[in-house]
């Protein structure tokens, strides 16, 4: 189901967005053996093998409990280990349902996350201000703590965890904090540089390794001819200087 529709959705044939995201609420849609995406207004990754379960991005505060709900039902595997895109909090508040029923997971992340927390916690009130404005969210409220990373890097770092291996790499996208990761087993790249055009990053680095798949952060995944559709979409950029 899930290349169809995001086929569809890369040929403008389906309505889709960051908020209106069209698998939303459909649980964890396989696309490999023991590879998991679950859609949201910020996405995860599952992977589960080896005994024990990973999640690139764990997904906003206001999804957490569907999120755990949703992994649960397709994985009972402990979950061991998570990795951050980067530190919006669309991508890191997953982790507390799974933590309060299990284990305290390790949390992957590039070094300048742990700033970024930081900050948000002396803009608190800035930052709800300006989210309310954006999402037209008159009662959202600005979380004031954090789960910080266990584990940071600066360039680059190699983590093998429930069976695959992790190959983060740091880049600036949308945010300075970003990571890509590559999961050669799959020929795998999850991450959020690309939704349907860059998000301030190149798509290049995510073509590099000539994937599979490409697991976006937002919107939906990319299945089918992923290396094509990012190398054509970070031409497109040079060429227009965005």
């Not at 396989?30 to 997904?59: K, Y």
């Not at 999961?183 to 994937?211: I, K, N, S, T």
């Not at 919107?219 to 031409?235: D, K, P, V």
Request: charged share 25%.
């Amino acid at each position: 189901m899930i290349e169809e529709y995001a086929d569809r959705v890369w040929r403008g044939e389906s309505d889709d967005s960051i908020v209106d995201a069209g698998l939303a609420g459909g649980g964890v849609h396989p696309i490999a053996d023991g590879v998991g995406w679950w859609q949201g207004f910020g996405n995860a990754i599952a992977f589960a093998g080896e005994g024990e379960l990973a999640l690139f991005d764990t997904g906003s505060p206001f999804s957490a409990g569907r999120l755990h709900e949703d992994v649960r039902a397709w994985s009972r595997a402990p979950l061991t280990t998570a990795f951050y895109s980067h530190g919006h909090i669309d991508h890191v508040f997953g982790l507390g349902p799974f933590e309060e029923s299990g284990p305290r997971a390790t949390v992957y992340a590039h070094e300048a996350v742990g700033d970024r927390f930081r900050r948000y916690v002396l803009t608190n009130g800035y930052n709800a201000v300006i989210n309310q404005r954006q999402f037209q969210a008159d009662d959202l409220r600005w979380p004031a703590e954090y789960r910080h990373p266990d584990v940071t890097y600066r360039d680059a770092l190699t983590v093998r965890r429930a069976g695959v291996t992790f190959e983060l790499t740091h880049a600036k996208g949308e945010t300075d904090d970003a990571t890509i990761g590559h999961v050669p087993e799959h020929r795998l790249l999850p991450g959020d540089l690309f939704m349907r055009y860059p998000r301030g990053g190149d798509p290049r680095l995510q073509a590099g390794e000539e994937p599979d798949s490409c697991g976006t952060g937002q919107e939906q995944a990319i299945r089918r001819q992923a290396n094509r559709r990012l190398s054509e979409t970070a031409g497109a950029r040079v060429t227009s200087h965005i």
